[in-house]
């Protein structure tokens, strides 16, 4: 059951429904601006349960019926593990997150990202502007040229969600200047997994990194995008250590408490040394302020912490509308 423990009990579980809106598109895969989750609350703690069916996961119907059932889904089980070990810090009265040791995000920003906005960010002290991309990406080439051009430009990161195919990635890499070439990080999910296509763009000059590929065995010589939300990242952290593979965690572009969950993982792969550059604890921006919750904070690329045990946020959590998943 995915380490999900033997006395699991379903009856047990409590849920809060959530939407999110978002303030603009949010990927090459999704052009709906509600995003739809859940709060559970197990063992004396809190998970967060979103997802994006846009991006190949089940539907949340889906993933809160094998919850009920007792075998939970991949979500699900990270969502239970989440509440598990929120609970065990809440029992003990502390924190999950130290504010010093959480690495600063880079700027997330939605599709259509102009120059002006990528210099914004820099003036906010990011060094880093993640950009989602797209089959269109030719429209953006100007911009995107312009925006390597600014002084003490911020490197660059794009996220095409797999929407290329191989041939067109290797396009998008060959039709870069070398300025630009040079202010990129890396280009996450540019075409589906394949090792020798990778390879070819990574000698193309772009590299390449893996989000939805992040704990297939092949793709372990690449950057690896980890999402606490959906692989469990205590084992690819550890795995990664023993490697020396290098991983940027983020968010899901989930809850303001899933948000809080990345953040004590990011933190654990900065201590273990294999943190790339900056997380991506900051998707909140794309969102308007969730409904009978407390928005995140954040000064330019610091993620403020919410007080409260465990993930925090003690007092809104025990207020929400709970309901029982298994009447």
Same mark, same amino acid.
């Given at each position: ?5 033997? !006395? ?36 004396? %703690? ?6 994006? &069916? ?12 094998? $919850?009920?059932?007792?075998? &939970? %889904? ?17 029992? =003990? ?27 914004? *960010? ?5 060094? !880093? ?37 191989? *041939? ?10 070398? &300025? ?9 999910? &540019? ?9 070819? $763009?990574?000698? *193309? ?15 372990? =010589? ?35 408490? +899933? ?30 302020? !969730? ?12 993620? #403020?912490?919410?007080? %409260?045990? %465990? $993930? +925090?946020? #003690? ?13």
């Amino acid at each position: 059951m995915r380490g999900v423990p033997d !006395t699991f009990n379903a009856r047990v579980v409590r849920f809060c429904s959530y939407q999110l809106r978002s303030r603009g598109p949010l990927n090459a895969a999704s052009d709906s601006p509600w995003v739809s989750g859940v709060l559970i609350a197990y063992a004396g %703690g809190y998970g967060c349960l979103q997802c994006w &069916p846009s991006l190949g996961d089940p539907a949340l119907e889906v993933e809160l019926e094998s $919850l009920a059932r007792g075998r &939970p %889904g991949i979500l699900a089980a990270r969502a239970l593990a989440c509440a598990t070990k929120d609970g065990d810090a809440r029992r =003990q009265g502390i924190s999950h997150l130290d504010p010093a040791a959480i690495p600063p995000s880079h700027a997330t920003l939605p599709p259509g990202a102009t120059a002006h906005d990528i210099s914004a *960010a820099a003036s906010e002290g990011f060094t !880093t502007c993640k950009l989602k991309a797209g089959p269109d990406w030719a429209d953006m080439l100007e911009e995107w040229e312009r925006a390597a051009a600014i002084p003490d430009a911020p490197r660059l990161r794009f996220d095409f969600n797999a929407s290329l195919t191989a *041939a067109e990635a290797i396009a998008f890499a060959h039709s870069l200047s070398d &300025p630009l070439r040079d202010a990129i990080d890396f280009v996450e999910d &540019p075409c589906p997994f394949e090792v020798k296509s990778w390879l070819a $763009l990574r000698d *193309a000059g772009i590299e390449p990194a893996a989000d939805q590929w992040c704990d297939t065995p092949d793709a372990g =010589q690449f950057i690896g995008i980890l999402k606490p939300a959906r692989q469990d990242a205590e084992s690819v952290i550890r795995l990664a250590a023993d490697t020396g593979r290098r991983l940027v965690v983020t968010s899901y572009m989930d809850h303001p408490l +899933g948000v809080a969950h990345a953040a004590y993982w990011a933190a654990a792969a900065h201590a273990a040394g294999i943190h790339h550059g900056p997380a991506g604890l900051l998707t909140h921006r794309l969102f308007d302020e !969730t409904l009978g919750f407390p928005a995140p904070s954040s000064t330019g690329p610091h993620w #403020n912490l919410q007080p %409260g045990t %465990g $993930l +925090g946020y #003690n007092d809104t959590l025990v207020s929400l509308p709970w309901q029982p998943l298994v009447p």
